[in-house]
C-alpha cells in the first residue's frame, strides 16, 4: 500500500520540479520574457479599456487628423479616435483569442487522447482529423459565417470549429506515445478505470503540448477574426482590428491616411509574434536538450 501510495507523491514531485526549471529556463530568455510582457499587456488593455479611452462611437469634428499629441493615433473619417478604437479592438479581438482557442482546444484534446487511448476509436476520429485538415478553411469559414449572420459569437464558433483538428492530431501523436507505456499498462491490470488513467497520466503527459496550443491558437483566431471582420463578417456592434481595418478600407481612407491602417496591424502583428515567441521560448525550456546547448 505504501508503494502505491509513494508512486502518485513522487510523480507530483517530480512533475512540480520540471516545472520549476522549465520556468528557470524561460526567464533566462529575454525574448520569451519580452514576448510575455507583451501580452500580459494586451491583456491588461483588454481588461482597462473602458478606463484608458472612450467607447469609439457617432462622430467628431477632426476627420482624418493624422497623428499628434491631440490625437495619438489620428482619427478616421468620421472623426473617431483611431486610439480608442485599437484599445477596445484589443478588449474584442483578446476575448476572441480566449474562447476560440478553449473552445477549439477542449475539443482537440478530447478527441486526440480518446484515439490514443480508445484504440478501437482511433480509425474513426483519426479520419475525421484527416478530413477536417484537408478542408480549406479560409473559404469555409467565410461561407459559414456568411450563413451564420456577423456576431461575436458566430466569430468565435467558427473559428473553433476549423482549429480544432490539429490540436487534435498534436495531442494524439503525444497521448499515443504515453499510453504506450508500462505504468499505463500496469495502472489498467492494478484495476485503474479508464477515467482515472487519462486523468493521471495522459493528461499530465499532454500538458506541455496543450500550452503550446492554447498559444498558437489564440494568435490563429486573432488573425481568422481580422480576416472576417476585413471581410465585412465581423460583428458590427463591437470595434476589432479587424473592423478597423474594414472601415478604413470601405471609407478608402486606407489609400490617403496611413494611420487608420497601420495602428491596429502593428497591433495585430505584435500579438502573432508574441504568441509564436512565447511557443517558441517554452518548447526551448522544456527540451532537456535546448537546455544542454
Same mark, same amino acid.
Given at each position: !500500500?505504501?508503494?502505491?501510495? +509513494?508512486?502518485?507523491?513522487?510523480?507530483?514531485? @517530480? @512533475?512540480?520540479?520540471?516545472?520549476?526549471?522549465?520556468?528557470?529556463? $524561460?526567464?533566462?530568455?529575454?525574448?520569451?520574457?519580452?514576448?510575455?510582457?507583451?501580452?500580459?499587456? !494586451?491583456?491588461?488593455?483588454?481588461?482597462?479599456?473602458?478606463?484608458?479611452?472612450?467607447?469609439?462611437?457617432?462622430?467628431?469634428?477632426?476627420?482624418?487628423?493624422?497623428?499628434?499629441?491631440?490625437?495619438?493615433?489620428?482619427?478616421?473619417?468620421?472623426?473617431?479616435?483611431?486610439?480608442?478604437?485599437?484599445?477596445?479592438?484589443? /478588449?474584442?479581438? !483578446?476575448?476572441?483569442? $480566449? %474562447?476560440?482557442?478553449?473552445?477549439? *482546444?477542449?475539443?482537440?484534446? #478530447?478527441?486526440? *487522447?480518446?484515439?490514443?487511448? $480508445?484504440? /478501437?476509436?482511433?480509425?474513426?476520429?483519426?479520419?475525421?482529423?484527416?478530413?477536417?485538415?484537408? #478542408?480549406?478553411?479560409?473559404?469555409?469559414?467565410?461561407?459559414?459565417?456568411?450563413?451564420?449572420?456577423?456576431?461575436?459569437?458566430?466569430?468565435?464558433?467558427?473559428?473553433?470549429? %476549423? +482549429?480544432?483538428?490539429?490540436?487534435? /492530431?498534436?495531442? =494524439?501523436? &503525444?497521448?499515443?506515445?504515453?499510453?504506450?507505456?508500462?505504468?499505463?499498462?500496469?495502472?489498467?491490470?492494478?484495476?485503474?478505470?479508464?477515467?482515472?488513467?487519462?486523468?493521471?497520466? #495522459?493528461?499530465?503527459?499532454?500538458?506541455?503540448?496543450?500550452?503550446?496550443?492554447?498559444?498558437?491558437?489564440? +494568435?490563429?483566431?486573432?488573425?481568422?477574426?481580422?480576416?472576417?471582420? $476585413?471581410?465585412?463578417?465581423?460583428?458590427?456592434? +463591437?470595434?476589432?482590428?479587424?473592423?478597423?481595418?474594414?472601415?478604413?478600407? &470601405?471609407?478608402?481612407?486606407?489609400? =490617403?491616411?496611413?494611420?487608420?491602417? %497601420?495602428?491596429?496591424?502593428?497591433?495585430?502583428?505584435?500579438?502573432?509574434?508574441?504568441?509564436?515567441?512565447?511557443?517558441?521560448?517554452?518548447?526551448?525550456?522544456?527540451?532537456? =536538450?535546448? =537546455?544542454?546547448?
Amino acid at each position: !500500500m505504501t508503494a502505491v501510495v +509513494s508512486a502518485p507523491a513522487e510523480a507530483v514531485a @517530480e @512533475e512540480t520540479t520540471a516545472a520549476a526549471e522549465t520556468w528557470r529556463h $524561460f526567464r533566462s530568455n529575454p525574448l520569451g520574457i519580452g514576448a510575455l510582457v507583451v501580452m500580459v499587456g !494586451m491583456a491588461l488593455i483588454a481588461v482597462a479599456a473602458p478606463w484608458i479611452a472612450d467607447y469609439p462611437k457617432g462622430f467628431g469634428t477632426d476627420v482624418l487628423v493624422p497623428p499628434s499629441s491631440e490625437h495619438w493615433f489620428g482619427t478616421d473619417t468620421l472623426g473617431r479616435e483611431v486610439f480608442a478604437e485599437v484599445v477596445w479592438g484589443t /478588449r474584442v479581438s !483578446m476575448v476572441v483569442a $480566449f %474562447f476560440a482557442s478553449a473552445l477549439a *482546444i477542449a475539443i482537440g484534446v #478530447l478527441v486526440g *487522447i480518446l484515439g490514443a487511448y $480508445f484504440r /478501437r476509436l482511433d480509425g474513426i476520429l483519426g479520419m475525421v482529423v484527416d478530413l477536417s485538415l484537408t #478542408l480549406p478553411v479560409l473559404p469555409l469559414m467565410i461561407l459559414v459565417a456568411a450563413l451564420a449572420g456577423p456576431s461575436l459569437k458566430t466569430i468565435v464558433l467558427v473559428i473553433a470549429l %476549423f +482549429s480544432w483538428p490539429e490540436v487534435a /492530431r498534436v495531442v =494524439r501523436s &503525444q497521448a499515443l506515445t504515453v499510453s504506450k507505456l508500462s505504468f499505463v499498462e500496469a495502472a489498467k491490470v492494478l484495476g485503474g478505470t479508464h477515467r482515472w488513467i487519462i486523468r493521471k497520466h #495522459l493528461l499530465p503527459a499532454v500538458t506541455p503540448v496543450i500550452t503550446v496550443s492554447v498559444v498558437l491558437t489564440a +494568435s490563429r483566431a486573432v488573425l481568422s477574426e481580422a480576416g472576417l471582420s $476585413f471581410l465585412g463578417l465581423g460583428d458590427p456592434d +463591437s470595434w476589432s482590428w479587424g473592423r478597423i481595418l474594414y472601415e478604413a478600407q &470601405q471609407s478608402g481612407a486606407m489609400a =490617403r491616411a496611413w494611420w487608420t491602417t %497601420f495602428f491596429p496591424s502593428v497591433a495585430i502583428l505584435l500579438l502573432v509574434v508574441s504568441a509564436t515567441l512565447i511557443a517558441v521560448a517554452y518548447n526551448d525550456a522544456r527540451n532537456p =536538450r535546448s =537546455r544542454e546547448d
